[in-house]
Structures are given as C-alpha cells and as structure tokens.
C-alpha cells in the first residue's frame, strides 16, 4: 500500500511518520509525476494560500482532480480541507472558512466524537465548513459548525489529527484505502 503525502509545504513529515509506522509505504508527493501509482494520498494542513501557490507551480490541480475522480481516497486536514473545497480543487461540495474560529491565539484542543471514536482534535488557525452540499456527510461539528466531513473517497477535516498523538483518523482512512484495494482486485 502506497500512500502519498502532499509535500509542498505544511505539516507533511508528522503524517509521513504515522502512516509509515501503520505500516504503509510513504511517497511525498511534489509534481504529477509522484502522483503515479498511489493507493491514497494525504493533503496536510499548513497555509492554504502557499499550497495553492505550490500546486499551481508545479501543475498538480489537474493530476490531483483527476486523482479523486479516479476514486483514490485522499485525507484532507486543516489546509488540506481548504485545498480540496470549491473555490480551490473543487472536488469536494463545501465552502471552507478560512482562520474561522480565530488567530493563532485562539488555536485550541478537544475531543470530538467520530463515528463512535473520540478523537482529540487540535485546532490551529482552523477553518470551519460554512456550506456542505447535499452528497456531503458530517461527521463532527463545535458549536453547529462542521469540522469533519466525508464525502465519497474523501475524509476532510479542520484540524491537525497529526499533532495530537491519536491515530484513529489516519487508520480509518488506511482501511478504506485497503477495502478500495480489495474491490479493485
């Protein structure tokens, strides 16, 4: 199983280090090229406009959209949701709201049910989900606002599961890699 983690900028190298000790094989992904053969990929969070300034130089919009079409799952967090929304790959249907629960000051840490999980959660400069199309599951909100969502092949999230030691996040998504796998063969 060979997963990619989106490698331009942002927290990559904490999800590069729990996937491998899950027990997947890590790619950073910085051009199309690094896109080939994936079986998932991860989009880290960081800063959404230098990602998308990063995406753009190195023509990876297109090779990414077509990456989700395919059905390959892909994990967005933080940054990550914001890359994957409407107004920036468009594949997935929310509208994310860029800083939305404040400046670096106001970065926090919870708990939030997934699914039956309790996931810790750490917020930093997060986004929230303003607008959620109909195709679009949530799975966790703070305060009526959606910090969690899946949609199809994509799990999407407003914070920073990489940071707060809990890998539930990271191994829910390796079993869907792994039940898409088992389909394809």
Avoid: Y
């Avoid at 998504?173 to 792994?178: A, C, G």
Wanted: hydrophobic share 45%; net charge negative; proline share 4%.
């Amino acid at each position: 199983m060979t997963i990619g983690v989106l490698a331009l900028q942002g927290g990559f190298a904490l999800h590069a280090d729990i996937l491998r000790d899950l027990g997947a094989d890590v790619r950073e992904v910085r051009t199309p090229r690094d896109l080939e053969g994936l079986d998932g990929l991860v989009i880290p969070g960081g800063e959404s406009t230098t990602m998308t300034l990063g995406i753009e130089r190195e023509g990876l919009a297109e090779p990414l959209r077509e990456l989700v079409a395919s059905g390959t799952p892909v994990f967005g967090t933080c940054a990550g949701l914001i890359m994957l929304d409407r107004e920036h790959l468009g594949v997935l249907d929310v509208l994310a709201h860029r800083n939305a629960f404040g400046r670096q000051i106001r970065s926090f840490e919870t708990d939030l049910d997934i699914e039956g999980d309790t996931v810790h959660a750490v917020f930093i400069r997060a986004p929230w989900i303003a607008e959620a199309g109909e195709g679009v599951e949530i799975l966790a909100e703070i305060d009526g606002h959606p910090v969690a969502v899946r949609q199809d092949n994509l799990l999407a999230v407003s914070f920073h599961p990489e940071l707060a030691g809990d890998t539930k996040l990271h191994e829910r998504f390796l079993e869907q890699v792994r039940a898409r796998t088992a389909r394809a063969s």
